[in-house]
Nanobody, 124 residues
Framework: EVQLVESGGGLVQPGGSLRLSCATS????????MGWIRQAPGKTREGVAV???????TIKDSVKGRFTISKDSAKNTLYLQMDNLKPEDTGKYYC??????????????????WGQGTQVTVSS
């Protein structure tokens, strides 16, 4: 069974920072494509950042330079560091994992395992 448990969301003012964490098991961190996907109210889900089993990352254009995805294999944890947050970053952020293509990330939204999500609200 694949378990993905997110934490770190909250309310932050524009320009602030948050770090999201996703705890999982060792073989998921090592062998799967993992990513962060967000969904704002009334909008479809959008991929924010993905990282493959080799550590190669892809970041959505609108958050490049502000968001960083990383993973710590020793702690079995995926991270999303979010800096200079904007109101349009508000949404529920989901951690996800996929093994369909081995450790390669074929897309930024199609994953076969999902966490429950953590809410991020950027507002003054």
């Amino acid at each position: 069974e694949v378990q993905l448990v997110e934490s770190g969301g909250g309310l932050v003012q524009p320009g602030g920072s948050l770090r999201l964490s996703c705890a999982t098991s060792g073989h998921i961190i090592r062998d799967y494509c993992m990513g962060w996907i967000r969904q704002a109210p009334g909008k479809t889900r959008e991929g924010v950042a993905v990282i493959n089993s080799f550590g190669g990352a892809t970041i959505k254009d609108s958050v490049k330079g502000r968001f960083t995805i990383s993973k710590d294999s020793a702690k079995n944890t995926l991270y999303l560091q979010m800096d200079n947050l904007k109101p349009e970053d508000t949404g529920k952020y989901y951690c996800a994992a996929d093994s369909t293509y081995g450790g390669t990330c074929a897309t930024m939204t199609d994953f076969n395992y999902w966490g429950q999500g953590t809410q991020v609200t950027v507002s003054s």
